[in-house]
């Protein structure tokens, strides 16, 4: 059993949603559903702050229910789902919509609100009226806010609420019309590049504001991280005492922008996949602390969508079913640290750790995951549980798996199969 | 009777294994020498005649022919050469390649063509080259000189001159060098 | 597994050297009455133009009929190949209507590349955004090799918007493969992000490079790029980057002027100079038939039709 406390051998007992006991040798009870974790790692489920669900609006990619069905096969018991929807999440309707889509899904589905209307970055969203549906994350995700006046404004509004801004760190003139990182690779590959400063402009500005709000409660968080760079940017200012949190996805700390030379948009994501030199300073990013959390950014994009010309493809790849294994297995993080990462540290910075990520105690909530580190399998696009196909690691074999995940208590996943 | 090896011409691949020699330097001399003569006397002099010779064993012979006849008749009979790999029939792994350009730098059109090749087999050759002539215009006649016929053929093809008949086993190669003709094998 | 050129990288030196072989014959047929050898008689090639080009597209064209291929055309803009039905969707419509041989062109990169893996049949790349134009390499190889036999050592100097060209980046590859020593030569906003591993040195002094070239090859001045903010103006290139008259007296004797058309005259070359001996261009035009039927009877030539 592993967790924020530290490691310790125990069976555990769950009833009624909750964990009812914690020790050595528990004796099932008659009737008791027993799930053998033997070999295996007991944790807190896992939280991820960065997914796409896609629906309202583009449910032919991805639904709330198939979304986290994929989840909890990942040991997610939690997500925050991000508004980039059709409709956009900027409004009370819209997430209460997604809420109620999530009621009966496989994890906990949280919503992300848009900083601004219709995430056009022109004016401020309803924040107080989402937050008060208990809307803690906002971001435009999908687009960074571009206007520098608007993002001070929106985080001297936020800091009253106690939410938490993240940013899609992207200065689009900068970006405008790359598709990939902007380099040796795109320039063999005749593909227009995305240079690094489009990411690293905003997080500079985005640092900036944050210590100018921070007086009044706000808090920034940088989504996605993936130069050399913003991770530099971001420990110099938590040396600072800048309110700042960062996290980073399993591609960005695994693939690079070799793997484009394929063709194959699949691996065409935003922001794109970085040279080894970044790939390296984000994995010391993580282990340093200046990341603190690993992210999916699960972005399912439909079969005819990504075999579009690379320049047309949309970007975003699928990651709730690998992220844990990208982790253990591509990056080589010990278990201790992969669920820091993934569960306790996440949860904390969209405050789900009520319910998720915390200490196996009793009378805590049983959102729980039993992960096997030594189970070897291959990444098989037909069948993940996720609507679309599009990963990266198509074909790849990976070490660690889920094998069972409860969801307040209830066994939604048992041998690595979905249980509804 | 030593053995001797060379390369195969293509479509062949191989080394080539002779076994007897069945015309020696003076034979080859004497045959085209009476093909010349034939030419002459078939077409009543070298008025309008032409000779094509085909890639890559037809060209040298060409040249000797052109000679012979230079010698008859006293006057230069236009030599051309052809190679027919673009007009082939064959269904193999890797497309024939070309031995060498084709350059035919007279008009065909009204002229009595003489073909020239070393070995007659299957015919498939002769008609390609019949196919492609068309390209180049349009001949009064065509005549094919050869300097071996070793039957097997497979179409309704038949030499106007021949230098040797020579019964030959489908296996069997003929070689023609510039001093002899062997028969023999192809070992891979 | 039917084999493809998709790259010039494809071919290696060999393959480059065996399509300049053919083309010697192809040339030969293109000189007769009657252009036209039956090699790839029952064969069909089929041409996707998803961006614009008459010149190109003819020229493939022609160089199907010419071996006796059936060829059918499709533009983007007509019947169904529009936006509507997706690119794996038509390319796998024409492959069951029986095709040997895909000749793509987009504006996308990579495009060919996606395209090959959903097909059985031969796929040529015919120019992929900015990425590679390979046949246009291939003649530009072949004419050079005609006029001054052999490229080894060769000067060539590449001029021009190198960032956004195709026909640049393939000609890198082939005239490094054929042992030419390439010089690119443009303003830094024109040269791409990174030159890390190609085998060329950058200048952005015309005048400097001129005199010591055998082979001036210009590429292409597209006016969009006024607008992308890369130049100032055209003249500011003209000025800098234009084969002017005065540029012209800094030629060798016998350097070879090269283009890869259609030329924009008075940009990125003085209209009398296109018109000069030392410009081959035209000669480029008519290798382009002789080397496209090399490439495809190397690729269709042997394999029983579709």
Known sequence: ??????????????????????????????????????????????????????????????????????????????????????????????????????????????????????????????????????????????????????????????????????????????????????????????????????????????????????????????????????????????????????????????????????????????PPLRPPADVEAVRAGLADGAIDAVATDHAPHAQEDKERPFDSAPPGMLGLETALAVVLTAVGLPVGRALALMSWQPARIARLDQGHGGPIAEGRPANLCVIDPAAVWVVEPDRLASRSRNTPYAGRKLTGRVRHTLLRGEPVVVDGEAQR | MGIRERSATPPLRGVFVARSQVMDAGDLRRAITRIAHEVVERNHGLEGVVLVGLQTGGVPLARRLAEALATIEGSDVPVGTLDVAFYRDDIGLRPVMPEAVTDIPFDLTGKVVVLVDDVLFTGRTVRAALDALNDYGRPRAVQLAVLVDRGHRELPIRPDYVGKNLPTRRDEVVDVREDGVDLGTVQK | MTASLLSVADLGRDGIEEVMAVSDSFVEVSERAIPKVPALRGKTVVSLFYEGSTRTRLSFETAARRLSADVMNFAVGGSSVGKGESLRDTVETIEAMGVDALVVRHSSAGVPWQVASWVSCSVINAGDGWHEHPTQALLDCYTIRRARGSLEGLRVAIVGDVKHSRVARSNVLAFSTLGAEVTLVAPPTLLPPSLHGWPVTASSDLDDVLPKADVVYLLRLQAERQTEALLPSLREYTAGYGLTRRRAALLLDDALVMHPGPMNRGVEIAAEVADLPSSVVTRQVANGVAVRMAVLFLLLGSTPAA
């Open chain 1, 1 to 270: 059993m592993v967790d924020a406390t530290g490691e310790r051998r125990a069976d555990v007992l769950v009833r009624d949603g909750q964990v009812a006991a914690v020790a050595a040798g528990i004796e099932p009870a008659a009737g008791a559903t027993v799930l053998d974790a033997g070999g295996c790692v007991v944790a807190p489920g896992l939280v991820d702050i960065h997914t796409h669900l896609r629906q309202p609006g583009r449910e032919e990619a991805e639904t709330v229910e198939t979304g986290s069905r994929a989840a909890a096969l990942g040991g997610y018991t939690a997500v925050v789902a991000m508004p980039n929807t059709e409709p956009a999440v900027d409004s009370a309707g819209v997430v209460r919509e997604v809420l109620e889509l999530g009621e009966r899904a496989l994890c906990e589905v949280r919503v992300a609100g848009a900083i601004t209307k219709g995430r056009r970055g022109e004016e401020l969203a309803p924040l107080a009226e989402m937050a008060g549906l208990g809307v803690r994350l906002f971001t435009d995700d999908g687009r960074g806010v571009q206007d520098a006046r608007l993002m001070r404004r929106a985080l001297e509004y936020a800091s009253a609420l106690g939410v938490t801004l993240a940013q899609h760190c992207e200065d689009e003139q900068l970006a405008a019309g790359g598709h990939m990182h902007e380099g040796e690779w795109s320039s063999r590959l005749g593909i227009p590049g995305v240079p690094s400063e489009a990411e690293e402009l905003m997080v500079m500005r985005d640092i900036a504001l944050a210590r100018r709000t921070a007086h009044l409660g706000a808090r920034v968080h940088f989504q996605h991280l993936s130069t050399a760079g913003s991770v530099a940017l971001v420990r110099a200012a938590k040396a600072d005492g800048v309110p700042v949190t960062a996290e980073a996805t399993p591609h960005h700390l695994s693939l690079t922008d070799e793997a484009v030379a394929s063709y194959d948009p699949v691996f065409k994501v935003n």
